[in-house]
């Protein structure tokens, strides 16, 4: 795991708590109108079905009302640029609980339940409250940062696979653009390199010449979703820089070596 960095971003707790219900609300309005079909089609994730890629999604966000039910840990463990580096050493539990969450309830009847839950804890929780979570104890406000990832990263993983076209909230979006930039910074110090996600992020990292006035001599720029796609492993460096999707100027504007930075 990359050393991480002291938090230098901060965020705003009311639009990410109603960035997080925003999200869950749209997939929950999508998932319910899917026919046995739909929820049978394969994903862009290993074996994992429309079925289970929204399973996933709805245990993801239930982990927070799970978490405040339960006693808070003594101290804090994991910070929120900790995260992005923490989840990948849990993939086999994830998905083997992923599967029989899918398998045991109905989309509709998972979402509802998810959501009451969510709607009833989060309110009487305050941010600093600490949380036992899967990659140990954290802050809620920074786990429900971690939920904005969770949320916009697998709703692209379920237009992908269905077309659907669900919307992408804005805040929700945002985060996890911000989340995920500043993640590659912990993994690549430094301020050689800036890279550009517009309109929500811009950061500098990779070691080398800092610069300290006018155009960095190493750019990076590309969109929020793509930069998702890419920070997660669902489309290659090459691909996106051949697709025009993304730009890169400089000699130390090639990231295809420390991408993917989430597994």
């Given at each position: 795991?990359?050393?991480?960095?002291?938090?230098?971003?901060?965020?705003?707790?009311?639009?990410?708590?109603?960035?997080?219900?925003?999200?869950?609300?749209?997939?929950h309005?999508?998932?319910?109108?899917?026919?046995?079909?739909?929820?049978?089609?394969?994903?862009?994730?290993?074996?994992?079905?429309?079925?289970?890629?929204?399973?996933?999604?709805?245990?993801?966000?239930?982990?927070?009302?799970?978490?405040?039910?339960?006693?808070?840990?003594?101290?804090?463990?994991v910070?929120?640029?900790?995260?992005?580096?923490?989840?990948?050493?849990?993939a086999?539990?994830?998905?083997?609980?992923?599967?029989?969450?899918?398998?045991g309830?109905?989309?509709?009847?998972?979402?509802?339940?998810?959501?009451?839950?969510?709607?009833?804890?989060?309110?009487?929780?305050?941010?600093?409250?600490?949380?036992?979570?899967?990659?140990?104890?954290?802050?809620?406000?920074?786990?429900?940062?971690t939920?904005?990832?969770?949320?916009?990263?697998?709703?692209?993983?379920l237009?992908?696979?269905?077309?659907?076209g669900?919307?992408?909230?804005r805040?929700?979006?945002?985060?996890?653009?911000?989340?995920?930039?500043?993640?590659?910074?912990?993994?690549?110090?430094?301020?050689?390199?800036?890279?550009?996600?517009?309109?929500?992020?811009?950061?500098?990292?990779?070691?080398?010449?800092?610069?300290?006035?006018?155009?960095?001599?190493?750019?990076?720029?590309?969109?929020?979703?793509?930069?998702?796609?890419?920070?997660?492993?669902?489309?290659?460096?090459?691909?996106?820089?051949?697709?025009?999707?993304?730009?890169?100027?400089?000699?130390?504007?090639?990231?295809?070596?420390?991408?993917?930075?989430?597994?």
């Open positions: 795991m990359p050393p991480a960095r002291k938090r230098t971003r901060s965020y705003d707790s009311a639009k990410i708590r109603t960035a997080v219900l925003t999200q869950f609300g749209q997939v309005e999508a998932v319910g109108a899917l026919t046995p079909e739909q929820l049978a089609l394969p994903t862009r994730l290993g074996d994992w079905t429309v079925r289970d890629l929204a399973g996933h999604i709805a245990m993801a966000v239930g982990a927070v009302g799970r978490s405040v039910e339960q006693p808070a840990p003594a101290k804090q463990e910070g929120l640029l900790d995260w992005p580096f923490a989840t990948a050493a849990h086999g539990g994830i998905s083997q609980d992923t599967k029989e969450l899918a398998a309830a109905e989309p509709e009847e998972l979402y509802a339940r998810t959501a009451a839950r969510l709607a009833e804890l989060l309110p009487l929780a305050s941010d600093e409250r600490l949380l036992t979570t899967r990659v140990g104890a954290m802050r809620l406000g920074d786990y429900l940062v939920r904005t990832v969770e949320l916009i990263v697998h709703t692209d993983d237009n992908a696979a269905t077309g659907l669900i919307p992408y909230d805040q929700a979006l945002a985060a996890c653009t911000r989340l995920l930039a500043d993640a590659l910074a912990v993994k690549a110090p430094g301020a050689s390199t800036e890279v550009r996600v517009p309109p929500f992020a811009v950061v500098q990292c990779v070691e080398g010449p800092r610069h300290t006035r006018g155009t960095p001599p190493n750019v990076v720029e590309t969109d929020p979703l793509t930069w998702i796609r890419l920070a997660t492993g669902r489309t290659r460096w090459a691909e996106e820089l051949d697709a025009a999707r993304v730009s890169a100027s400089g000699e130390r504007a090639d990231l295809s070596g420390l991408l993917p930075i989430l597994g």
